[in-house]
């Protein structure tokens, strides 16, 4: 894997740009798709949308987890901390409870057109409000120890010759595509386990 | 330099937190902290395939079933 090796408290960590960036960048492309589908459901009413709206969103929020579970493990010894109050971290992990919020109010509905609606309408304000969260708010705090936000350089300016880049695209691509995959399992259960209920 | 956490600053035992599990995330430039990052992310979605696929199994056998 070619990548520079010494670079201060990183070290070799620097390969973890591979795993754990790509982690976030599955679960914003699943939250788009998710989007669409919550708005194409509010204009058609079909189930199917609703399906694939929150199915995306529940695979959407494996790959969060992972992206937060890597994030303070590669924190704890680089950092020398697993969480610390930065814009950054707190940013996404406010970010998530709405998400988990998501579960709880469909989970609390029992007519599925409504479940579809409420859900629909709630993802519509929450995706924006997630971004701000966790893209915008972080880069515009005035510290962060989180590299591309607040003062700390993003790992492009790092990137030299050009190396990292080279597999970084590829694994991003890749780690899509996986959660795109998932996703779309998922959506083919729940739609199984819909239309098992409906006969 | 690494940080120490309040709650060993707090007793007072400083030389205590370089734990044989520090020894080891630090040695070799920090490799295994990759290694460790891996195993945590395909663990975790070999947990979720799994468990999809038990949860298709199962519809496939009611359906067959009934």
Redesign the interface.
């Known amino acids: 894997m070619p990548a520079p090796?010494?670079i201060g408290i990183?070290?070799?960590?620097i390969?973890?740009l591979h795993?754990?960036v790509p982690?976030w960048f599955s679960m914003i492309i699943l939250l788009v798709v998710s989007y669409i589908y919550g708005i194409k459901f509010l204009s058609s009413g079909n189930l199917q949308h609703d399906s694939m709206s929150s199915s995306f969103v529940k695979?959407s929020m494996?790959f969060g987890?992972?992206g937060l579970?890597?994030g303070s493990?590669?924190a704890?010894?680089?950092?020398?901390?697993w969480w610390i109050e930065d814009a950054k971290l707190n940013g996404a992990a406010i970010g998530m409870l709405i998400y988990i919020a998501y579960y709880i109010l469909r989970n609390s509905i029992e007519d599925e057109n409504q479940r579809g609606k409420f859900s629909a309408v709630y993802n519509l304000f929450a995706f924006p409000i997630y971004i701000v969260l966790i893209i915008i708010y972080p880069r515009m705090a005035e510290t962060s120890l989180h590299p591309a936000s607040g003062d700390t350089i993003a790992f492009s300016s790092l990137d030299l010759d050009n190396d990292l880049r080279k597999v970084f695209y590829l694994a991003g691509l890749g780690w899509i595509l996986?959660g795109v995959w998932?996703a779309s399992?998922?959506y083919r259960?729940t739609e199984?386990?819909r239309i098992?209920e409906e006969i | 330099?690494?940080?120490?956490?309040w709650i060993t600053l707090l007793l007072g035992y400083t030389a205590l937190a370089q734990t044989p599990v520090d020894d080891f995330?630090?040695q070799?430039?920090?490799?295994y902290?990759?290694i460790?990052?891996?195993v945590?992310?395909f663990s975790?979605?070999m947990f979720?395939?799994v468990r999809?696929d038990k949860?298709?199994t199962k519809?496939e056998k009611?359906?067959n079933e009934a």
């Not at chain 1, 704890?76 to 901390?81: A, E, I, K, S």
């Not at chain 2, 330099?1 to 956490?5: D, E, F, G, L």
């Open positions: 090796d010494d990183l070290a070799k960590t390969r973890n795993y754990h982690m695979v494996l987890l992972m579970v890597t493990f590669w704890r010894f680089t950092w020398g901390t996986l998932v399992l998922k259960l199984l386990k098992d | 330099m690494r940080k120490y956490s995330f630090y070799s430039g920090k490799i902290v990759v460790a990052i891996l945590i992310i975790l979605i979720y395939l999809l949860k298709i519809l009611d359906r």
